[in-house]
């Protein structure tokens, strides 16, 4: 019995009716105008008057509906009045993925080539508006009726009686405690319409105010552009962080035993240790710097666009392998670069990727590596970009450097599913008895 009556206590019930009520407010101004045909038409009869009033009035408020702005305000106002999941207007809408993303922004139904809604769509908003007219109009004529019976009965204000009839037998309520019992019942009867009308409009406002199939594909694929978007970033975070924190881990302790005996050495080590941690900044500052973007987008405010955020990325491709290798050479190790072709000609999304897997790939190399001597070879041909990395393994450290390092054991799958992502082809692991091999090739007409 008092779970029946919870939701006569409950603020939402009413917050819902007045919802619907105050629709049926709004709605007045549009029979102003749904009277004009009857007005022009007074010999017809009575009854069609009415008819043609109730369709005119109906049409109009079906075109008020197809409104986006209208659309908007229902479906903020039913999240805040009704409590109804439904998700924002404004995320729905396709949006382009960012310029940074490269081949995220082909994944098959990315939200740049959602299918348009279909006709039948446009018309669940006025058909809610309808429902939500027509709900608030029964509801404020009923609960009004109940509520002004409720306060005249008992004290027989404008001599109120109330006669009713049911099976051939009829009662009347003239006074006394009848009428109390009675005004009681109106009152529970009209909290009961508020409701009623609550539940229905809660009802049908997922189903007609929620996302179309359409807009549910949308919300789909932005969702999966998204979630590349924060693996690529991750990636980034990875391979960029990961890289700094390995190369100057070592540095610094070269440093520390080249101090006494060698304080040029040493001061170069501590010069390449600021160099890779300003690079290391530079692209934390951009991944935090498009999270919050990100954010943003989020919330709807709209204060930071992404193109802003993506001019600000740190462009690192092969151009600047040299520089990579140079502060790996730094921590002690033996780089050999080999070149073959014009790796610098290669542009785009190719060639910062390209930049990043070599230094994955030195990254393990000096991680894992025995100290021995890094080949890294890098191939720029008319097809395909071949990228390998070779490091030797099984002998003892080099002095001064750190003898394990924590891994993740994320480098390698981030590592296939970028070149996965650029349609190419990875090859990671032992080459002979004391060797390691990383080897890539990618498309370049594909990936370019």
Request: charge should be positive; charged fraction near 20%.
């Amino acid at each position: 019995m008092i779970k029946a009556l919870r939701p006569l206590l409950r603020r939402s019930t009413y917050a819902g009716a007045l919802f619907a009520y105050a629709a049926a407010l709004a709605s007045l101004p549009l029979l102003s105008f749904a009277l004009l045909p009857a007005l022009a038409w007074r010999s017809a009869p009575e009854g069609l008057l009415a008819v043609v009033v109730l369709v005119v009035w109906a049409a109009l408020i079906a075109l008020v509906g197809l409104a986006r702005t209208t659309r908007r305000v229902l479906v903020l106002a039913a999240r805040r009045l009704l409590h109804v999941v439904l998700p924002e207007p404004s995320a729905v809408r396709p949006s382009m993925a960012s310029p940074e993303a490269g081949p995220v922004a082909d994944v098959p139904g990315s939200p740049s080539a959602s299918p348009a809604s279909p006709t039948s769509d446009r018309w669940r908003t006025p058909l809610w508006l309808l429902l939500h007219v027509t709900l608030g109009w029964t509801g404020a004529l009923a609960s009004g009726l109940l509520l002004f019976l409720a306060l005249a009965l008992p004290g027989g204000w404008l001599r109120a009686e109330l006669a009713l009839s049911l099976f051939g037998r009829s009662a009347r309520v003239t006074g006394g405690w009848q009428s109390w019992a009675v005004a009681l019942a109106c009152l529970l009867l009209a909290a009961v319409v508020c409701v009623l009308v609550t539940r229905a409009l809660r009802w049908s406002a997922p189903r007609l105010l929620g996302p179309s199939t359409a807009e549910r594909l949308a919300l789909a694929a932005e969702r999966e552009r998204r979630l590349a978007e924060r693996n690529r970033l991750a990636h980034e975070l990875h391979d960029s962080i990961g890289h700094t924190l390995t190369t100057t881990t070592i540095q610094a302790a070269v440093a520390g035993e080249l101090m006494s005996t060698d304080p040029a050495a040493a001061r170069a080590a501590l010069r390449s240790i600021e160099k890779s941690a300003r690079a290391a900044l530079e692209d934390l500052d951009y991944v935090l710097g498009v999270l919050r973007e990100r954010e943003v987008e989020t919330v709807g405010t709209g204060a930071v666009g992404t193109a802003e955020v993506a001019a600000t990325a740190p462009i690192r491709t092969l151009a600047d392998l040299p520089e990579l290798l140079e502060r790996v050479r730094h921590t002690g190790a033996v780089v050999e670069w080999e070149p073959s072709g014009d790796p610098t000609q290669v542009r785009g999304t190719l060639s910062r990727a390209a930049y990043r897997i070599v230094q994955e790939g030195l990254t393990n190399a000096v991680r894992h590596g025995s100290g021995g001597p890094i080949t890294v070879r890098v191939a720029a041909g008319p097809d395909a970009l071949e990228l390998d990395v070779v490091n030797e393994t099984g002998a003892a450290p080099r002095t001064g450097r750190p003898r394990a390092f924590p891994t993740s054991g994320h480098g390698l799958p981030g590592l296939a599913e970028r070149v996965r992502l650029l349609h190419g082809e990875i090859d990671a692991g032992p080459d002979g008895p004391r060797r390691w091999r990383l080897a890539v090739r990618l498309p370049v007409r594909l990936s370019a």
